[in-house]
């Protein structure tokens, strides 16, 4: 069954405090992975798309990664405006162009 | 630039009524699908359509229909509330369904099943 696990759930930073929110997954191929961001009260805002281990985008003070098993969304230097909550999904094989299978997110809080 | 349109915005209903949660899209997307977000869980599938016509079940299906006579709209009709169906409802597009092109999510209807 294709799964999707995102950690930690909640991470508080400081401003300027590096970090880096993790998203492992389990599907039977890849087709895409995608990292969101979502705002209280809005929907999920699309950020990057990765396609294949190795690959590597980024825009602004994120930066989002791929393995075989995992992605990893870097946070550098982080503002409050970078305060938001997280999400990454993946589009399977199995489950085709259709279905985005989504993490629970990963809650972020960046403070001055 | 309208994007992703959902009304309403919020919605209080006693259990047994029902109600259709609107969504248009002005993008001229193929591809539009009906999300429910719960505290803990991702986003789930509910239902999606690849053309005006053209709907398919997703993996919570129960309790909800769907029909999409137009390329802009997909409402998603709940047919008697239950509890269980109190939660955040988001609708998405994308271009096509034969790619891995990004969907576009409106801002969610704030549903609550009393």
């Known amino acids: 069954e294709d799964q999707v696990t995102q950690s930690p759930e909640a991470l508080r930073l400081q401003e300027g405090e590096s970090s880096s929110l993790n998203c492992s997954y389990t599907v039977s191929g890849l087709r895409g992975l995608f990292w969101y961001r979502q705002d209280p009260g809005k929907g999920p805002e699309f950020l990057f798309t990765l396609y294949s281990a190795g690959e590597e985008k980024e825009k602004e003070r994120l930066k989002a990664t791929l393995t075989k098993k995992e992605s990893f969304l870097h946070i550098t230097a982080p503002k409050p405006e970078d305060s938001a909550t997280y999400l990454c999904?993946?589009?399977?094989?199995?489950?085709?162009?259709?279905?985005?299978?989504f993490g629970a997110g990963t809650r972020l809080a960046v403070h001055p | 630039n309208a994007g992703v349109t959902q009304t309403p915005k919020f919605q209080v209903l006693k259990t047994g009524q029902s109600m259709t949660l609107q969504c248009a899209q002005d993008m001229n997307h193929e591809y539009m699908s009906w999300y429910r977000q719960d505290p803990g869980m991702g986003l789930r599938l509910i239902h999606y359509?690849?053309?005006?016509?053209?709907?398919d079940q997703g993996e919570v299906p129960n309790g909800y229909n769907v029909s999409r006579s137009t390329t802009e709209d997909f409402p998603l009709r709940l047919l008697s509330a239950a509890p269980s169906q109190t939660s955040v409802y988001f609708c998405a597009s994308s271009y096509s369904f034969q790619s891995n092109q990004p969907q576009h999510f409106g801002d969610g209807t704030r549903l609550s099943i009393l």
């Open positions: 359509s690849v053309g005006a016509g053209i709907t």
């Open positions: 999904a993946v589009q399977s094989v199995s489950g085709g162009y259709n279905k985005l299978i």
